[in-house]
């Protein structure tokens, strides 16, 4: 039979790993709590982290080039800015274009379903009901289109989006051999040699 000195030690012992444990739970539920908050901001971040392993080897290229980092990856990075701007606002041009001809000639397309029905399978749509309907749907479109183009929130949601990755980005690219310079510096020689490989590799192949 245990002491009464052992029982208390015991007692004592059991008390603290269960606090151990309230405390563990918590502390997880705490860390998944903020995980879930910061998940967009992370995934940005990841995001500019791979945006700016691509912009790094044209970087180095100027930079071996004579040119000062900071420079190199403002060149870089406008002649890349210049170049997604130029293909987005084609396909932006675009979409619009199919969008408006859709709407505008919806009256025609709606009168050849009807024409094809009548031809193909004996259906009767009078064209009343079709012009009315193709209204309809015009006005539909236009409503939506006019809503979607609204949106004030989220397009002041996707310019600071834009603005993060740009911003993380170019000091990524500008400052990649510093960054790698800070990380390896916590590490044995060993882990920096398997570190910079990692990293390496990681830039290629982005």
């Known amino acids: 039979m245990a002491s009464p000195t052992e029982q208390a030690e015991f007692t004592r012992r059991l008390r603290e790993t269960v606090v151990a444990a ?10 998944l709590w903020a995980l879930e908050q910061l998940r967009a901001l992370l995934v940005l971040v990841l995001f500019s982290l791979f945006c700016g392993f691509a912009l ?30 130029a293909f987005g606002a084609l396909l932006g041009t675009i979409v619009v274009q199919q969008v408006t001809d859709l709407i505008k000639n ?3 397309y709606a009168r050849q379903v009807a024409d094809f029905l009548h031809d193909k399978l004996g259906v009767d749509i009078s064209g009343t009901d079709v012009a009315g309907s193709a209204g309809t749907v015009n006005q539909v479109g236009k409503y939506v289109l ?29 400052d990649g051999p510093r960054m790698r310079r800070a990380v390896c ?7 920096q040699r398997e570190v910079l490989r990692a990293w390496e590799i990681a830039i290629d192949r982005t």
């Open 22 to 31: 309230v405390l563990g739970v918590f502390a997880l539920l705490a860390l």
């Open 56 to 85: 790094e080897p044209p970087v180095n290229a100027l930079a071996r080039r004579g040119w000062g980092r900071g420079r190199a990856t403002l060149a870089v990075f406008a002649g890349v800015t210049v170049v997604v701007g």
């Open 106 to 108: 919806m009256d025609d």
């Open 146 to 174: 006019g809503g979607a183009l609204g949106l004030g929130a989220t397009v002041a949601t996707l310019l600071f989006s834009l603005l993060t990755i740009a911003t993380l980005t170019f000091y990524v690219a500008k």
């Open 185 to 191: 510096s916590t590490m044995p020689p060993d882990k």
